[in-house]
């Protein structure tokens, strides 16, 4: 068994702050970007499965990054009118983004960690332009995170599940976090409505699904967890 080092070891500053210009260049400690391709099946008729897409997610390794050392996985999705290049960039053309992550990590203000950035978008580049479609589509991203993207993502790297079994991805869950802009804010959500037994940490940004927050409540009674089972940071801002 790996030994077990929780999110919860880190801390939260008093105050925000803003991002150094200098971090908006490279580091002198870089991570590595990956094109990480996996299939799923179409959104509207996945439980069909009779039609397999095969998708490209950005996969962020930190500086240094071991197969030895078990890694805290931080899932991360764009917003409108975008897709999974938009936070990271590519291994080509990473985006400034990245070096963001690279110097955070390198100054230790970010524990080193697996950064995925995947994609709601569905038969085309170009579904999260449409706020009707997206909203389906976020709606439904939760059967392709929890059976493929994780499986694939988790099943290659050196993560915190010791398989990608459903049991072993539920029994990671205090390693996990998923995150979101906008359109990427109302997946977190979705995420949060349907996935509690796979993540333990959230953190919508710009983006939700009700004001009511009894019906916000009743999800996580109805999911079985308690009040003190998951973490939500939620902040909004330039």
């Known amino acids: 068994m790996r030994e077990e080092t929780g999110v919860t070891s880190g801390s939260f500053p008093e105050n925000l702050e803003q991002i150094p210009q200098e971090y908006f260049t490279p580091a002198q400690q870089e991570g590595t970007l990956v094109e990480l391709e996996y299939d799923t099946y179409e959104s509207m008729s996945y439980e069909e ?11 962020y390794l930190p500086y240094g990054y071991s197969e030895d050392t078990p890694y805290n996985v931080f899932y991360l999705m764009h917003g409108g009118w975008s ?26 203000k ?5 950064v995925v950035c995947p994609t709601y978008n569905n038969e085309s580049d170009t579904d999260s332009s449409s706020y009707s479609l997206a909203l389906r589509l976020t709606e439904n991203y939760h059967r392709e995170l929890v059976n493929d993207l994780i499986p694939a993502v988790e099943g290659t790297y050196s993560t915190y599940a010791e398989d990608t079994s459903p049991e072993g991805i539920r029994q990671s869950r205090d390693h996990r ?26 953190m919508p940004s710009s983006g939700s699904l009700t004001t009511d927050g009894e019906v916000m409540a009743s999800m996580v009674r109805d999911s079985g967890h308690d009040w003190d089972d998951f973490f939500i940071f939620a902040a909004s801002g330039t």
């Open 110 to 114: 970010i524990q080193p960690m697996i």
């Open 177 to 202: 976090a998923f995150a979101g802009f906008s359109m990427g804010s109302v997946a977190t959500w979705r995420t949060f409505q349907y996935c509690l037994d796979e993540f333990r940490y959230f």
């Open 83 to 108: 897709d999974e290049t938009t936070y990271l960039g590519t291994p080509d053309q990473p985006n400034a983004f990245k070096y963001v992550l690279d110097h955070g990590m390198e100054d230790g």
């Open 49 to 59: 499965k009779d039609t397999v897409l095969h998708k490209r997610a950005i996969v």
